[in-house]
């Protein structure tokens, strides 16, 4: 029996084609990792929104499906916070670049 929380092996092929790494690297994995994810969260999602809660008399589970996925969605990072992160990667191009965008 097959883990109903692991993408089936399709799914795994379409991305694995999809991937803009086709050598097998840490890279290409973390692309693996992220699409499962993000599988994953679509799979509660659906399953949440289809379940409906008859104690509150409306459809709970649509709400709670909603707000699952704004959680568990990837926020862009802040100009502040894309600074920081060029600043330790020492990418000092890239951090005067984002610095020009700072208002005064």
């Given at each position: 029996?097959?883990?109903?929380?692991?993408?089936?092996?399709?799914?795994?092929?379409?991305?694995?084609?999809?991937?803009?790494?086709?050598?097998?690297?840490?890279e290409?994995?973390?692309?693996?990792?992220?699409?499962a994810?993000?599988?994953?969260?679509?799979?509660?999602?659906?399953?949440?929104?289809?379940?409906?809660?008859?104690?509150?008399?409306?459809?709970?589970?649509?709400?709670?499906?909603?707000?699952?996925r704004?959680?568990?969605?990837?926020?862009?990072?802040?100009?502040?916070?894309?600074?920081?992160?060029?600043?330790?990667?020492?990418?000092?191009?890239?951090?005067?670049?984002?610095?020009?965008?700072?208002?005064?």
């Open positions: 029996m097959t883990n109903p929380n692991t993408p089936p092996p399709e799914l795994r092929c379409q991305w694995q084609s999809e991937s803009p790494f086709k050598v097998i690297s840490v290409r994995e973390d692309y693996m990792i992220d699409r994810s993000q599988w994953q969260l679509e799979a509660c999602c659906e399953w949440l929104a289809n379940a409906r809660n008859h104690d509150f008399g409306y459809d709970y589970g649509k709400i709670l499906s909603d707000r699952l704004a959680a568990m969605s990837p926020k862009p990072l802040s100009l502040k916070e894309k600074l920081s992160k060029a600043i330790i990667e020492g990418d000092e191009k890239r951090a005067l670049k984002l610095l020009e965008e700072l208002d005064d």
